[in-house]
């Protein structure tokens, strides 16, 4: 059990001490915005069939049921 703790410990400190070489990674800020522009767009339209869903089941006659 120690021995994996100085283990764990030993490669923690030998992964702090090496330098990385890989850049850092670019956040690509005009894909998100376009994804959050798809996204807006197919929430609205969700809204928008949920309204039409709404008005036309508040002016459709409703059926009775028969025994």
Request: aromatic share 6%; hydrophobic share 50%; charged share 20%.
């Amino acid at each position: 059990m120690k021995f994996t703790k100085v283990f764990v410990i030993l490669i923690v400190v030998i992964a702090l001490l090496v330098p990385s070489e890989a850049a850092p990674g670019k956040i690509p800020v005009g894909a998100i915005k376009k994804a959050g522009r798809a996204i807006g767009k197919g929430l609205r339209a969700v809204n928008i069939a949920s309204t039409a869903h709404d008005v036309v089941s508040f002016f459709k006659p409703k059926h009775k049921k028969k025994h």
